[in-house]
């Protein structure tokens, strides 16, 4: 593929590790306003500290909820995005509940989306639904991106990082296919170098989520 314009701005620069301090946030949102990332994506509790590190750019601050495993419940999730939104969080990458997913309830699934979508959309949010691709069949990505349409999200998102894998060409390809231009696509998991990084693009990725956005970025300029 020809040079992409503006490749910083594909990326939700992202720490979400369990041991990530407040250092080591100040130090991703330092990165972020350096390369002019779209967005930085961090777990709830630093949504401040991000918020505070940004004010006065126009990188973004994504929270996670129901984060990683989506099996919370529904009020716990509407809750978070509330709190979230609350304290400046731009957008909110949510968890589906991925068993009720593969066990058809289909209407559970909606409604768990739909109502982290409404509170998100009260804040002037946006959501991204994290279907966690490396557990589901192909039938069941196209069902959950449907579903994601259905109940308003703004984007469907392949993984979280913590499962069994992350995004895969064929994966990303399955959901800009299935969405086509009613939502957008989200690529995250495992994408570590600029290779990688151009073949979710390639394959209908319109944002990707890493936190090794930084190399990418280098590896690009030397390009």
Not at 7 to 14: G, Q
Not at 55 to 84: C, H, I, N, Q, R
Not at 147 to 176: C, D, P, Q, W
Request: charged fraction near 25%; charge should be negative; proline fraction near 1%.
């Amino acid at each position: 593929m020809g040079k992409i314009q503006h490749l910083n701005k594909y990326f939700d620069h992202t720490l979400l590790k369990a041991e990530a301090t407040e250092a080591d946030i100040k130090k991703l949102c330092a990165e972020a306003k350096e390369y002019d990332f779209y967005s930085v994506c961090v777990n709830g509790c630093y949504v401040p500290l991000a918020v505070e590190e940004l004010k006065g750019t126009d990188v973004k601050v994504a929270a996670v909820v129901g984060f990683p495993l989506g099996a919370m419940s529904t009020e716990a999730k509407a809750f978070e995005t509330d709190w979230a939104c609350g304290v400046g969080a731009d957008e909110v990458d949510m968890v589906l509940n991925v068993g009720a997913l593969k066990e058809g309830k289909y209407e559970y699934v909606r409604d768990d989306i739909c109502t982290v979508v409404a509170m998100a959309y009260e804040n002037d949010a946006i959501v991204k639904v994290i279907l966690e691709t490396c557990l589901l069949t192909d039938e069941e990505i196209v069902k959950a991106c449907q579903l994601s349409l259905e109940a308003g999200a703004e984007f469907v998102k392949t993984s979280t990082g913590f499962s069994t894998g992350g995004a895969t060409e064929h994966h990303v390809s399955l959901m800009r296919k299935t969405v086509e231009e009613k939502a957008k696509v989200k690529a995250s998991g495992g994408i570590r170098d600029l290779e990688n990084t151009l073949k979710m693009i390639e394959a209908g990725a319109d944002r990707i989520g890493a936190s090794a956005s930084v190399a990418i970025m280098k590896a690009y300029q030397q390009k």
